[in-house]
């Protein structure tokens, strides 16, 4: 899963579609596109 910038969602924006990937060919075409934002794991242990 890619965290796309919301300048990159286009037609993605309001949907929610299921579709083969082509992982290479995604790898291709997002390197370099920084996350929108910070991945974080919530644990048990962060709770205590």
Do not use: D, Q
């Given at each position: 899963m890619w965290?796309?910038?919301r300048q990159?969602?286009?037609a993605y924006e309001h949907t929610a579609p299921v579709?083969?990937?082509d992982l290479e060919?995604?790898?291709e075409r997002w390197a370099?596109?920084?996350t929108?934002?910070?991945?974080?794991i919530d644990t048990a242990e962060d709770r205590t």
């Open positions: 965290m796309l910038p990159y969602w286009g579709e083969p990937l060919a995604e790898l370099g596109v920084g929108a934002g910070r991945i974080t």
